[in-house]
């Protein structure tokens, strides 16, 4: 359980940070980017819901508190003796993914397939899970980078790249199931 007390510590003054093991790491290493912009598409996903209701809310419910189990998983690095370790360090699972791809085929199965590129807009959930996208799209190049440099969870990369597909299609749904998306029209304006 975690216990907030105390919100300032001053022990990241000097630049650096714990991450989930206790090692100290510059704020800007590979692995906090990585880990700070899925809590950044955390932000955004609580912006969307703010136009969300029932069974949308509930999945984006959802979703944050996954985002919240990746944030754990990759702020403490893997290492052989996670299993020792007095805390089992928090993995994004495969079910995790299995869901996200569900929950996609379930909406998309009511969609009109597109005929031209979506612009991000039509009503204000739509418009804000199109943010929720693209800052999700961040998190998952971060993250890429990041297993180019130290050992990731795999499921972590496919839980990102499968979360931006799902905002995608919500978005489509948000838009009176795809009747309000706004189209692109290569060349409209020149």
Same mark, same amino acid.
């Given at each position: 359980?975690?216990?907030?007390?105390?919100?300032?510590?001053?022990?990241?003054?000097?630049?650096?940070?714990?991450?989930?093991?206790?090692?100290?790491?510059?704020?800007?290493?590979?692995?906090?980017?990585?880990?700070?912009?899925? /809590?950044?598409? %955390? +932000?955004?996903?609580?912006?969307? @819901?703010?136009?969300?209701?029932?069974?949308?809310? =509930?999945?984006? *419910?959802?979703?944050?508190?996954?985002?919240?189990?990746?944030?754990?998983?990759?702020?403490?690095?893997?290492?052989?003796?996670?299993?020792?370790?007095?805390?089992?360090?928090?993995?994004?699972?495969?079910?995790?993914?299995?869901?996200?791809?569900?929950?996609? /085929?379930?909406? %998309? +199965?009511?969609?009109?397939?597109? @005929?031209?590129?979506?612009?991000?807009?039509?009503? =204000?959930?739509? *418009?804000?899970?199109?943010?929720?996208?693209?800052?999700?799209?961040?998190?998952?190049?971060?993250?890429?980078?990041?297993?180019?440099?130290?050992?990731?969870?795999?499921?972590?990369?496919?839980?990102?790249?499968?979360?931006?597909?799902?905002?995608?299609?919500?978005?489509?749904?948000?838009?009176?199931?795809?009747?309000?998306?706004?189209?692109?029209?290569?060349?409209?304006?020149?």
């Amino acid at each position: 359980m975690v216990v907030l007390s105390k919100i300032y510590t001053r022990t990241g003054d000097d630049g650096e940070t714990a991450l989930g093991n206790g090692a100290r790491v510059a704020k800007h290493s590979a692995r906090v980017n990585a880990y700070g912009t899925v /809590d950044e598409t %955390n +932000a955004t996903v609580g912006m969307a @819901r703010l136009h969300a209701e029932g069974e949308m809310d =509930a999945a984006l *419910a959802r979703i944050q508190n996954d985002l919240f189990d990746l944030g754990a998983d990759l702020c403490r690095p893997e290492m052989e003796k996670d299993a020792e370790a007095e805390y089992p360090p928090l993995r994004i699972a495969a079910s995790q993914v299995d869901r996200l791809e569900a929950e996609i /085929d379930a909406m %998309n +199965a009511k969609l009109t397939p597109l @005929r031209s590129f979506v612009l991000p807009g039509g009503s =204000a959930l739509s *418009a804000h899970l199109h943010l929720c996208r693209t800052v999700s799209r961040r998190a998952e190049r971060l993250s890429v980078e990041l297993a180019t440099l130290e050992s990731v969870n795999p499921a972590g990369v496919k839980y990102l790249n499968r979360l931006s597909d799902w905002f995608f299609v919500a978005s489509r749904i948000a838009n009176d199931d795809g009747k309000a998306d706004v189209l692109w029209v290569p060349g409209a304006n020149r």
